[in-house]
Every structure is written in structure tokens, then in C-alpha cells.
């Protein structure tokens, strides 16, 4: 398939906020596709050239694309970067100067050739090419492959291709309604979209199920097992905010766990190679060479897949230490410093595969025994500390123990039957149970920045109130649940406008909002509040829908920013419209 047929669709998708039409929009492009182009396709509109897992990613400065776009048209740098400044979007502005530039050809009377038309893979290809130049000269030879491909396809194609290299293709399609797409054009329904999303739970990895889709059906995509080294989805927990209410939810018997507030990894092991997968998931092993020695010390089998936390650990004093410690270990530069700055410990928690077999399925306890074969403890892996409550002053005791030994709080997880892995859902077997839900006036959410509007005073030429939102899983959009400017230091402040603003844009159609921003954002930064209280508000759009005044949302009163940006979680997996209703009607 050429990509103009591609660029077509996109932009057709563009006209749209409805999610069936867009579903249709897509399916009816995706049923043209190949065998052979259908992974690629599947990526690129999702604006990736792999799998997050793989760790080569699409991720050009806005500079250097704008470099592109003038040796492309000929203009110069200074006045293109004027340009897109004031058009706010560097897509519209590369389609525009082409278009401009192709007229004045057209006008001196030289046609366009026909085979100059890019394939699909083609244009993958380029930007294959772009992504892995690295070293010495790469930038000058990123911007002269980009520039080429601008100036060879048509004004629109290049629209989206530099929306792509930038990361900020926008056309609102999330994985849900990509699924639902490749469902409908291939089996004529939107039907079996669960079937594709059980598969992509357990792989991460989109290219390789539409692909089989495509060659071998949707029988072959049920048969998709876990494969090491492929990231499974992870396990997501509920928010609960008593002992009493644990035990209700896990009738009477409960697996309590220390809470431990570092950074989730998914360990695959495959004989003497190590991988480490955060719950993005992201390839983060090169991060963690002293975890991956830990790892190959402990093992006692060859080949597994274990879930754990890394968390920063003070020797000295023999202690835990917060999240922000390891999340200074998250860096690609000066490891080996840092390895001895913030050392760290694993707690590990489940195990999914081990030995050829997966456990997915099994009750959690079974799969507790089966980690503590594939691996020992060690001075630096543990095992997470664990009891089985069946009383509330057991889970309190517990609960208070955590908090004293440096812990957020405690997870508890249904040892009942059908205590299984939820690959990639946020169910009802696993809650967790922080200090700040004890007290509900203090509960903290991790909202997404959708918006904000400029400061005032000391605050000027910054970003000074923030809109925030939750997700809404089952609509994949953002809602709007409140706008904060307290807890900001003027450190915070310029450093959230150096981060928000190459991501600032027109409004985002996945963002449903009544109230409008001075600027808007990819909804991609993730920060933690807090709040005095939820209402009911008509401003805000957090759970419009879900009460008797179909105009009522939910909105925090009185938030505050806790000085912690989540960075470890995509926006996907920020507080859902779902658990801020569950707080509300607990109120
Ligand atoms: P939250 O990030 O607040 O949704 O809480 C869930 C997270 O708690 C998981 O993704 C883990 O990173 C972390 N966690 C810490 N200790 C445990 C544990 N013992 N079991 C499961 N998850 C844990």
C-alpha cells in the first residue's frame, strides 16, 4: 500500500472526535493492507517504528525536523521555526510549505513524477534509518534523510511523517480502537477485539499480533502464549481505604504485602541472558547491570519471568528509601557513579513463567511457591515480606509495620481460587492500601497535565495553573478533574515549562474538556496531587454520565501538588475516572 493511501486515512481520522466512525475510518484502510505491511502499519499509527520494549524509538527534536523542513523547502531555518511557532504545529506548517513550494513548481511548468510515490514499508524504512543513525555526524545525516523524504512524497504524506519523527503524530488512536480496527477488518467485526487484546496483554507487542492476524487468523491469535523476553502487560491494583474493606473484598483471608514504593520490573531471564522491563513497559536493563548480577547470583533455574520492585536502599542506616532516589537511577549516562550513589535492592512478588510454564492462571499463592524455587535470597533480592491476614488488627499491625519500615502502605491480594494474573488490568485481586487513603482528605491521585494557563507576577513566562485529568480506560480519553497552582516550587515551575513545552499543541481531541487552556498539551506528564475533597461539579468532566444530572462531574477541591512527577507509568495508567468514583461514593 502507498502511504498517500495511508495519510488519507489518517487525515480522514483527523475530521473526526467519534470513535466508531473512527473504528470504520481505520478498518476500512487496514483491510487493504498485506501480510507483509500490516506490523509496520499497526506501529507507525500508533506513531512507533517498534514495539516500546525494543528501545529504539522515534524521538527527533523539534529542531532538527525544522532543519529538515527548510532544506526541503528551501527557506530558511529561522523563518520555517517562526512559522511553526505561530502555527503551533510543525505537521500543518510542513504541509502548507510544501504545498506553497509545489505550486511555484507547478507554476514554472514541471510535473510531478508518479514514481516518486512511497510505499508503506519504504517510508517505515526511512524512518527506521533516522531512528538508528547514531554517532558521530548522526544529527546531519538524520536531517538529510528526513529532508529527502519530505521532498519526495506529497505535502500531506509529509504532514504525518514529521508529526512521526517528532513523536507527536496525534491522531488520537490509542491501542483500544487500533484493536478494534484490526478486529472489524479482518474478521468483519469489532467482535474480536478481546481475542487481540489478551494477545497484546501477554506480548506488548502490536506488530507481531496483527501480523499473525493477518497470515494465520484469529484462531492463531487466540493460541498466543507468553514468550520470554516479549513483556507481559502488568498486574494493576485497586485503591482501598480500610483494613475492614480488604477484608470484605477478599472474604475474610488475604496475602498482605509490604507496599514498597520503588519501581516496578518484570525480570525475564532465558539462560545467561537478563532482561528488565519497567510497567510501561520499557527495556530498562541497561539502567540495572548491578540488578542483572543480583539476578544471575539468586537463580536457580535457567529460564523465568519474575515480578518485583526495585527500590533505592541506604546502607548505611540499613533502610528503604523513597521513589525518588531510584528514579534518579532511570538515566542512560553515568551508571556506574550512580550504582554507587543509590544502590539498590529487588522485592520480588510473583512469578509467571518458569521452565517452559506459565502460571499466569494459577492461584496467587501457587505462584509465590514457584518463585521461591526458580530463585534464593540474597543480600540484595528479597523475597516481599509477607503474612496471611484473616482479622482487621492483623492487617493493621501489618500496615503500621510497613510504614515504620519505610513502605507506602501494603498490597493485599486475593489468595482465594481464580486469584490469577490479570494481564494488563487494574481488577479487583490485588489493592493496595497507602497511608495517604487513611485519612480521605488526603487521598493522592496521578493526574495527566492536559492544559495550563500562563503565571502571573514571579510566575511570568512560565506555566504558572495546570488542568488535570484522569483517564477513562473504557473510552480512552482524558476527563478534566481539576486545575492546580499550589505546591510548586519556582525550581518545579521552570522545570515543568522546560518539559510541557515541546509537548504543547492545539487541544487534543482525546481530551474531553468545557474549559478552555491558554495552552495544551500531549497528554503525557503525569504528576502526583493531592486534594481536600471530591464534588460534584458541571465544570469538570471527570465521570460526566454516571449520575442522575447528566451535566454533573467530579472535580478536587483544594489540590495540591505533591512535588512528585510519576514518570515510571504512561498517562494510561493514571488514576481512572473509575477509581475517583469509587473514592467519591466512599466520601
Ligand atoms: P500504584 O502504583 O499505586 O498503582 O500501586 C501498584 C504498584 O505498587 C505496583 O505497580 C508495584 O510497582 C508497586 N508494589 C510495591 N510493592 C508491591 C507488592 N508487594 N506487590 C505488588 N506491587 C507492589
Redesign the pocket.
Request: proline share 0%.
Given at each position: 500500500m502507498r502511504f498517500r493511501e495511508l495519510s488519507e486515512c489518517y487525515s480522514k481520522l483527523e475530521s473526526t472526535q467519534k470513535k466508531l466512525e473512527m473504528v470504520d475510518i481505520l478498518a476500512n484502510t487496514l483491510s487493504k493492507a498485506s501480510n507483509e505491511e500490516i506490523g509496520k502499519i499497526a506501529l507507525l499509527t500508533l506513531g512507533k517504528i517498534y514495539p516500546d520494549f525494543v528501545g529504539i524509538e522515534l524521538m527527533l527534536a523539534e529542531k532538527m525536523a525544522i532543519k529538515a523542513l527548510a532544506v526541503a523547502t528551501g527557506k530558511n531555518e529561522k523563518s520555517v521555526a517562526q512559522i511553526v511557532e505561530e502555527v503551533g504545529d510543525l505537521g500543518k506548517t510542513t504541509q502548507t510549505l510544501l504545498e506553497k513550494k509545489s505550486q511555484s513548481t507547478l507554476l514554472s511548468f514541471t510535473t510531478q513524477k508518479d514514481d516518486t510515490e512511497y510505499e508503506i514499508i519504504d517510508v517505515w524504512t526511512k524512518l527506521d534509518s533516522i531512528a538508528q543513525t547514531k554517532g558521530e555526524g548522526s544529527s546531519d545525516k538524520k536531517i538529510r534523510i528526513l529532508s529527502g523524504l519530505i521532498s519526495k512524497v506529497s505535502p500531506l504524506e509529509a504532514r504525518f511523517i514529521t508529526r512521526m519523527v517528532v513523536g507527536q503524530l496525534r491522531l488520537g488512536v490509542a491501542v483500544q480502537l487500533l484493536l478494534e480496527a484490526l478486529s472489524k477488518a479482518k474478521t468483519g467485526t469489532r467482535e474480536k477485539k478481546n481475542i487481540l487484546e489478551r494477545a497484546y496483554n501477554l506480548t506488548s507487542d502490536i506488530s507481531f499480533i496483527s501480523e499473525k492476524l493477518y497470515k494465520e487468523g484469529i484462531q492463531s491469535v487466540e493460541e498466543i502464549k507468553v514468550q520470554i523476553m516479549n513483556p507481559i502487560k502488568?498486574m494493576?491494583?485497586q485503591r482501598v481505604s480500610s483494613a475492614d474493606e480488604i477484608l470484605e473484598k477478599f472474604e475474610g483471608k488475604v496475602s498482605l504485602?509490604?507496599?514498597?514504593?520503588?519501581?516496578?520490573v518484570q525480570i525475564h531471564k532465558k539462560a545467561d541472558k537478563v532482561k528488565l522491563f519497567s510497567?510501561r513497559p520499557e527495556d530498562i536493563t541497561e539502567q540495572f547491570p548491578d540488578v542483572i548480577e543480583f539476578i544471575k547470583e539468586s537463580a536457580e533455574q535457567e529460564d523465568f519471568i519474575i515480578e518485583g520492585?526495585i527500590v533505592a536502599f541506604d546502607l548505611k542506616n540499613e533502610k528503604i528509601l523513597p521513589f525518588q532516589y531510584v528514579s534518579q537511577r532511570k538515566r542512560k549516562h553515568d551508571i556506574e557513579q550512580k550504582i554507587s550513589e543509590i544502590p539498590v535492592r529487588v522485592?520480588l512478588?510473583d512469578a509467571l513463567f518458569a521452565e517452559n510454564r506459565v502460571f499466569l492462571d494459577e492461584d496467587y499463592l501457587q505462584r509465590r511457591e514457584i518463585l521461591f524455587k526458580v530463585i534464593k535470597e540474597t543480600e540484595n533480592i528479597r523475597f516481599?515480606h509477607q503474612i496471611i491476614a484473616e482479622n482487621t488488627d492483623e492487617i493493621d499491625d501489618f500496615f503500621h509495620q510497613a510504614l515504620e519500615n519505610s513502605c507506602e502502605g501494603v498490597?493485599g491480594k486475593s489468595v482465594g481460587q481464580n486469584s490469577v494474573y490479570q494481564a494488563g488490568a487494574r481488577g479487583w485481586n490485588?489493592v493496595?492500601y497507602?497511608a495517604d487513603y487513611v485519612d480521605k482528605l488526603s487521598d493522592s491521585f496521578d493526574l495527566v497535565i492536559l492544559g495550563a494557563e500562563y503565571g502571573k507576577g514571579k510566575r511570568a513566562g512560565k506555566y504558572g495553573t495546570f488542568l488535570l485529568g484522569c483517564f477513562d480506560v473504557e473510552e480512552s480519553i482524558y476527563q478534566t478533574f481539576t486545575r492546580v497552582a499550589t505546591g510548586f516550587s519556582d525550581d518545579d515551575l521552570a522545570y515543568y515549562f522546560k518539559l510541557l513545552k515541546p509537548l504543547a499543541r492545539e487541544k487534543p481531541k482525546e481530551v474531553l474538556s468545557d474549559i478552555d487552556c491558554s495552552v495544551w498539551f500531549d497528554p503525557r506528564i503525569v504528576i502526583e496531587v493531592t486534594g481536600a475533597e471530591i464534588t460534584r461539579s458541571q465544570m469538570h468532566t471527570c465521570s460526566r454520565g454516571y449520575f442522575e444530572n447528566e451535566n454533573d462531574g467530579l472535580a478536587l477541591r483544594f489540590p495540591r501538588f505533591t512535588g512528585k512527577l510519576v514518570d515510571d507509568?504512561p498517562p494510561e495508567q493514571a488514576t481512572s475516572n473509575e477509581e475517583i468514583r469509587t473514592i467519591y461514593l466512599k466520601q
Open positions: 502488568v494493576l491494583a504485602e509490604y507496599k514498597y514504593d520503588g519501581l516496578r510497567r520492585e522485592y512478588f516481599s498490597m490485588w493496595k497507602k507509568r
